[in-house]
């Protein structure tokens, strides 16, 4: 190769590489150094990454868990030999029609997702025990599955209700990672399978940190409708953000109302202000008017006659020692009543959440 086609062969390659002619020795040219200006960097779309596994969490702390004791039964031993006494002398056959009815009614077929939301006037009423009831009444007597779904913005005790050791998905980790492309199967992976069947979603991890927003409880409930025949969604209490829209979109409701004076009354208000929804969100309303002291002094049936005047059905929720207990709720440990009352009330929200289109 000659001197000259050389030349010609490192000058090309030399204007390949730094798009510019060298110099008259053949040497590279070097340009004059350039402000560099800024590139600006393209957000990426978070529902591209990879979400971040979160740890496992326990829901009740391993040094408090021992201080919980044996689960007691809800009605005293005496209670119980009186009641079984009391069941001898009863009329079984209307007992046995009634227990049908209720059986019937919970396991009548379901087309599309129903959404069942359970609120209150504070906290501290039952609110997330009469959920933990209301899932696991469907548990039992469904085959298809169920899903009970804590939107408290707060430190619920819903996980610790359902009997869940430990929670590591939360409602809002889903809400990044739902596509429609998921199975069951797929979902399943991100929720805690209850003892007694079916599956809980909590809000959190049992800390203090971003609460539940709209935006993540709509896009979380709309996608798991098509999943689980019934859904029952443990809400924060009234008037959040979280829990006007769950009451407002929900299929059937229940409002959970502590037997006092004022309880009742806050309840009522928040009735009235349902019937002045534009679809008649009343008519799917159930009352779960419920006791958390044996020594309650309000007329039980003079406050459910209250209730009942907008037009909705109120159903009591005796004391319960058990209940009363706190920790995970144990169904062979309900007194009867409670039993009983839970039946009723899971088959009279789900028939109204039914006729709902």
Same mark, same amino acid.
């Given at each position: 190769m000659t001197g000259s086609a050389r030349s010609d062969w490192q000058r090309d390659l030399v204007r390949e590489l730094t798009d510019s002619p060298p110099s008259e020795n053949g040497a590279p040219h070097t340009p004059e150094p350039q402000p560099q200006l800024?590139?600006?960097?393209?957000?990426? %779309?978070?529902?591209?990454?990879? !979400?971040?596994?979160?740890?496992? &969490?326990? #829901?009740?702390?391993?040094?408090?868990? =021992? *201080?919980?004791?044996?689960?007691?039964?809800? %009605?005293?031993?005496?209670?119980? !030999?009186?009641?079984?006494?009391? &069941?001898? #002398?009863?009329?079984?056959?209307?007992? =046995? *029609?009634?227990?049908?009815?209720?059986?019937?009614e919970l396991q009548r077929p379901v087309t599309t997702g129903r959404v069942v939301a359970v609120t209150s006037i504070r906290g501290g009423v039952g609110k997330s025990t009469v959920s933990a009831l209301l899932g696991r009444t469907f548990n039992h007597y469904r085959q298809d599955p169920v899903l009970t779904l804590e939107a408290d913005a707060a430190l619920g005790t819903l996980p610790v209700r359902m009997g869940a050791e430990s929670v590591r998905w939360s409602a809002g980790d889903l809400a990044r990672i739902l596509s429609p492309a998921m199975q069951?199967?797929?979902?399943?992976?991100?929720?805690?399978?209850?003892?007694?069947?079916?599956?809980?979603?909590?809000?959190?991890?049992?800390?203090?940190?971003?609460?539940?927003?709209?935006?993540?409880?709509?896009?979380?409930?709309?996608?798991?409708?098509?999943?689980?025949?019934?859904?029952?969604?443990?809400?924060?209490?009234?008037?959040?953000?979280?829990?006007?829209?769950?009451?407002?979109?929900?299929?059937?409701?229940?409002?959970?109302?502590?037997?006092?004076?004022?309880?009742?009354?806050?309840?009522?208000?928040?009735?009235d202000w349902l019937a002045r929804l534009p679809h008649s969100a009343l008519d799917s309303t159930v009352v779960a008017l419920s006791a958390a002291t044996p020594d309650a002094t309000l007329d039980t049936k003079a406050a459910a006659a209250h209730l009942r005047e907008p037009g909705v059905t109120v159903v009591h929720l005796p004391y319960d020692r058990h209940l009363a207990q706190g920790g995970p709720i144990h169904t062979a440990k309900l007194a009867r009543d409670t039993r009983d009352a839970a039946v009723r009330l899971a088959a009279e929200v789900l028939g109204r959440a039914v006729r709902v289109r």
């Open positions: 800024p590139v600006p960097r393209q957000p990426r %779309d978070p529902r591209t990454l990879p !979400a971040p596994t979160p740890e496992s &969490r326990p #829901t009740v702390d391993p040094r408090l868990a =021992v *201080a919980l004791g044996r689960p007691q039964h809800g %009605d005293s031993a005496a209670r119980r !030999a009186g009641a079984g006494v009391r &069941r001898l #002398t009863a009329s079984a056959g209307r007992e =046995v *029609a009634e227990q049908t009815r209720y059986a019937q069951l199967t797929d979902v399943t992976g991100y929720l805690v399978p209850v003892a007694d069947g079916g599956w809980l979603l909590p809000a959190g991890q049992g800390r203090v940190g971003a609460p539940l927003n709209v935006a993540t409880y709509r896009t979380v409930t709309l996608a798991l409708r098509r999943y689980f025949a019934v859904t029952v969604v443990d809400c924060e209490t009234l008037p959040g953000e979280v829990a006007r829209t769950a009451m407002d979109t929900a299929h059937a409701r229940v409002v959970v109302a502590p037997m006092t004076a004022e309880g009742v009354h806050g309840t009522r208000q928040v009735l």
